[in-house]
């Protein structure tokens, strides 16, 4: 079923899209640099797994942000989707209102702690 208030443009859709692996990838960039370091001693093959895998989480999270970014960039702006269906399935209510068009919400005080029901 088509819903008119849930109606974006394909460019801003696959904006949205970009943002949001844009943010993830710099989660991940920041949990990357918060793995344990060995301080000069030889490189356990567990951790240096770890630093791994977190490098190609970052990597893959950059590349798809950039495809997404040029999607937006030459995608026709005469064509709409209704991303209403899309966003219900969405876990995260502020995730889904970010798609459906709603402004991102400000970022936490400094020093505030974020709990899931907020």
């Known amino acids: 079923?088509?819903?008119?208030q849930f109606t974006r443009p394909l460019p801003q859709v696959l904006r949205s899209i970009a943002t949001e692996l844009a943010e993830l990838a710099a989660l991940a960039d920041h949990l990357e640099c918060t793995l344990p370091t060995t301080d000069g001693a030889a490189l356990d093959l567990?951790?240096?797994e770890r630093f791994q895998v977190a490098d190609l989480l970052?990597?893959?999270l950059v590349g798809l942000t950039s495809l997404f970014d040029t999607l937006a960039e030459t995608a026709p702006a005469d064509v709409a989707l209704d991303v209403s269906q899309a966003t219900d399935g969405l876990k995260l209510a502020d995730q889904a209102r970010r798609f459906r068009g709603a402004a991102p919400t400000p970022p936490a005080a400094s020093g505030?702690?974020?709990l899931f029901g907020d």
């Open 58 to 60: 970052t990597q893959r």
């Open 112 to 114: 505030e702690v974020l």
């Open 1 to 4: 079923m088509h819903n008119p």
């Open 46 to 48: 567990s951790l240096a």
